[in-house]
């Protein structure tokens, strides 16, 4: 059974820093993703990693977040520095297959930076 599961979320003070985790289970993906959902808000990509490591950054997050992956350990990481309080969210981590052609959530972590 394939599994998502998120971890590092917290509360935060404007300019600090967390690292969010995905601890994936069942299976190897392909490309592998970081969204967050602020509240009243559509969900939005923040990052983008291949299986071979090729990164995307979307622009608020370019200089701040950093997105990698240990494939041996099936782990996705987000680092995220010098936070500020619209990056208030909840962040979930996405994963896509190719064969057969799929995607799966995780149940998401909360991220609140205050001010």
């Known amino acids: 059974q394939v599994q998502l599961v998120e971890s590092g979320g917290g509360l935060v003070q404007t300019g600090g820093s967390l690292r969010l985790s995905c601890a994936a289970s069942?299976?190897?993906?392909?490309?592998m993703d970081w969204y967050r959902q602020a509240p009243g808000k559509q969900r939005e990509l923040v990052a983008t990693i291949t299986r071979g490591g090729t990164t995307n950054v979307v622009d608020f997050a370019m200089g701040r977040f950093t997105i990698s992956r240990d494939n041996a350990k099936n782990m996705l990481y987000l680092q995220m520095n010098f936070l500020r309080p619209e990056d208030t969210a909840v962040y979930f981590c996405h994963a896509e297959t190719m064969y057969p052609l799929r995607d799966y959530w995780g149940q998401g972590t909360q991220v609140t930076v205050t001010s």
């Open positions: 069942g299976r190897e993906f392909d490309d």
